[in-house]
């Protein structure tokens, strides 16, 4: 099955590591310095058109990518739970 994240993004469910609330896990400094270098890294794709709300981290190809999007994690897990 497959996921949209927003804008014309869309992943694979079995790729789909971790959906994380944004608000919540920014709290916690070990997060923020995780999001911090996957963004200078270069593994981080916004797909968000608004505020954003959602980590969704994935893993394709064998390579990390950290979706951020403004769908919230509640509205994501609950798609992927309906369709499993």
């Not at 920014?26 to 911090?36: A, G, Q, Y």
């Not at 990518?65 to 403004?70: A, E, K, L, Q, R």
């Not at 919230?72 to 309906?82: F, I, Y």
Request: glycine fraction near 4%; hydrophobic fraction near 40%.
């Amino acid at each position: 099955m497959y996921l949209h994240l927003g804008r014309d993004t869309v992943v694979n469910t079995k790729n789909i590591i971790a959906i994380l609330d944004l608000e919540s896990t920014s709290m916690s400094k070990s997060t923020r310095n995780f999001l911090k270098i996957v963004e200078e890294e270069g593994f981080v794709r916004n797909v968000s058109e608004e505020i954003p709300r959602t980590v969704v981290l994935c893993e394709i190809d064998g390579q990390s990518v950290v979706y951020i999007t403004n769908i919230s994690s509640k509205a994501l897990a609950g798609r992927t739970e309906r369709w499993a």
